[in-house]
C-alpha cells in the first residue's frame, strides 16, 4: 500500500482525477493533513469516493517513536523505528519561543567523515520521502499532545540529522516540495535549510531544482589537506570545485550561503586557519556557523578551548563576515551534531 506522506500535492491529484474524482479533494486532503496536521481521516467535505479512495488504498503509517529524551533546554530527542525496524533520530530544536526540527534523511552515511558518530555507521539506506515527512509529522503529533498552546510550532526545518541530503536528493527535494506546497503546510522555501558535505552530484541539481532553499556547506578546513581528512569526499569533489557550484546558484535579496565550520583543538583552529577561510569566504553572501566539536564516542578529537573559540570568530568578525558561534542545544542527550549514532 503506498503512503499518503510519499504524495506531492500534484501526484495527489493525479490520482484523484485519474479515477474520475473531483481535484478538488486535493485540496481538501493536503489541508486537512498537512495545514491543520489532522492524523485522523478528514471529517470535512470530500466525497464518499475520494474518501474510499484515499482512506481505503493509501497508508498514513508513521514513524513509531522508540526512544524519546529530553534536555534542560526543551530540545527533545526522538528515536523513531521505521517499517523495516530501522531507527533514525530527528531533533525538536527550541528556537525563539518556537520550534525548530531537524531531519535525518538516510539510514547512516556514506560519506564516513572522521569526526562524526553518524558516518561511523555506514549507509544502511536511503530514506524514503514518507519517511523524512513522517519524521516531522510525529514531531508536531507529540507537539500537540505534550506541549500544547501557542508556542508549539514549528517555524523552521533543517536537514541535518543523520545522512548526507544530497546523496538522498530526489526524496529530499520532494519531501521539500510537499512542505513548500500552498494547500498544504505552505512552508517559505527560506524557512528550510539543507546542510551537505559538499556531494557535487547534488549541488549540480541545486540551482534547477532547489530554487530559494536556504543551502548549508560543512567546510570546516579551507585547506584540503585537512579538509581531506575530515570529510573524506573532498578528495573527490574538492572544495574548490563545491565552492564555484554554490557561487553558482542565484540568492534572493536577504539570502546567504550558511557555511559551517567544525572547530577541532589543535587541527584547524588556528587564526592562520580563520584568515585563510574569511579570505576564502569575504566576497561571498556568507553566513559562518562555528560549531565547536562535540565529543563522541571513540574520537580522539577534542573541542578547543572557549577563548580559541572566541579569538576565531574575532578574525572573521574582523573581516566582517557575519560569524555566528552555533551553541550547543540538547548536549546533556547526545542529541547534538554528528552525535545522532542509532546502532547503540
Ligand atoms: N551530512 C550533512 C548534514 C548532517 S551533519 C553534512 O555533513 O553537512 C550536520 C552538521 O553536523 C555538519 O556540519 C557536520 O559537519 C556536523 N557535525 C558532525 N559531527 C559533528 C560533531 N561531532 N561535532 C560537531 N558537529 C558535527
Ligand atoms: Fe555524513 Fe554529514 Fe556525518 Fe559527514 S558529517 S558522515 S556527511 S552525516
Known sequence: MSSFYELSYNELKDI??????????????????????????????????????????????????????????????FLFELEDGSKVETVLI??????????????????KCSFCFTGMQGLKRNLKVHEII??????????????????????????????????NFDAVKKACDILIAQEGASMAAQRITVSTSGYLPGLMRWKDEMPGVNLALSLHSPFDEIRNELIPINQR????????????????????????????KNLNDSEE?????????????????????????GSHYQRPELSTVRAFEEVLVSYKIPTMVRVTKGDDILAACGQLNTNS
Open 237 to 264: 569533489y574538492p572544495l574548490k570545485e563545491v565552492l564555484k557550484f554554490i557561487d553558482d546558484i542565484p540568492l534572493h535579496r536577504k539570502q546567504f550561503v550558511t557555511y559551517e565550520y567544525l572547530l577541532i
Open 134 to 167: 513522517g519524521q516531522l509529522m510525529m514531531v508536531h503529533k507529540w507537539l500537540g499532545e505534550n506541549r500544547p498552546g501557542p508556542d508549539a510550532r514549528i517555524l523552521n526545518v533543517v536537514f541535518m540529522g543523520q545522512g548526507e541530503p544530497l546523496h
Open 273 to 297: 586557519d580563520a584568515k585563510a577561510l574569511a579570505e576564502l569566504l569575504k566576497d561571498k553572501r556568507a553566513i559562518i556557523n562555528l560549531i565547536p566539536f562535540n565529543p563522541v564516542p
Open 16 to 77: 484523484i482525477t485519474a479515477n474520475g474524482l473531483s481535484a478538488r479533494g486535493a485540496n481538501v486532503l493536503y489541508n486537512w493533513h498537512y495545514k491543520k496536521k489532522n492524523f485522523e481521516p478528514c471529517v470535512e467535505d470530500l466525497s464518499k469516493g475520494t474518501k474510499e479512495l484515499v482512506y481505503g488504498a493509501m497508508s498514513f503509517g508513521l514513524p513509531r517513536i522508540s526512544h524519546i529524551q529530553k534536555a534542560s533546554d526543551l530540545t527533545v530527542k
Open 94 to 111: 527550541p528556537f525563539n519561543r518556537k520550534y525548530s526540527v531537524c531531519l535525518s534523511t538516510q539510514v547512516g552515511c556514506a560519506m
